[in-house]
């Protein structure tokens, strides 16, 4: 069988311990970002942010993940999934990142999250 | 009222052209993609395999799209949204593009697709 492609071995070990911080760890997150990242629809515009998320528990279900070598060679990595805040409804989402090697580390210096939400049923 | 930055412009435009074109006019959807394109989650893996995709009719409905700036001048965009294949029921989708300059033209070098499909309801 063929070895998986180094992308996408790298993607796929991000994502998993990304929800896996995300879920458990979340005060861990920032390490895997560095200070140019961008990051789109959370309520503030840090990666501190992430800390001030107005929930006590979460928990990501991915669905799916898709990886490609992107230019600069970058990884560009995007998840589609659901996930569960406290007790609230189960809700569709999706992600995307840009994995950057820096300094022999992968980091993530774009992230683009949504919740999955219709204009029309 | 602040300009959108220009990442945002050229991100908007990319997915209102690309939507529209694949709408309406599908076989001029290649003029879009790069030869370095990559495509995920379609049924060929070639660019003239948007053109044998098995429908008749297809119509895209966008909730959200989010655009950033990303490594090497690239515009990374992300796009939440619905489609009808036909006659099939509504279905989610989700796709992402990285648009990079190439001799003065904004053209896609990246391309993931997926259908909004979940592990539990």
């Known amino acids: 069988m063929a070895e998986r492609p180094m992308w996408e071995q790298i993607g796929t070990s991000f994502v998993q311990l990304y929800y896996q911080q995300f879920d458990t760890n979340r005060e861990q997150l920032g390490a895997l970002y ?5 990051l789109s629809d959370y309520p503030v515009d840090a990666i501190n942010g992430l800390l001030m998320l107005p929930f006590q528990k979460i ?8 990886h490609q070598p992107a230019p600069d060679n970058c990884i ?10 406290d007790n609230d ?25 949504r919740l999955a939400l219709y204009n029309f049923a």
């Open 34 to 38: 560095v200070c140019i990242s961008l």
């Open 59 to 66: 928990q990501h279900n991915i669905t799916s993940q898709d």
């Open 76 to 85: 560009l990595s995007m998840v589609v999934g659901q996930l569960k805040v």
């Open 89 to 113: 409804p189960i809700m569709g989402f999706h992600q995307m990142f840009v994995l950057k090697n820096m300094n022999d580390k992968w980091v993530c210096s774009n992230d683009i999250f």
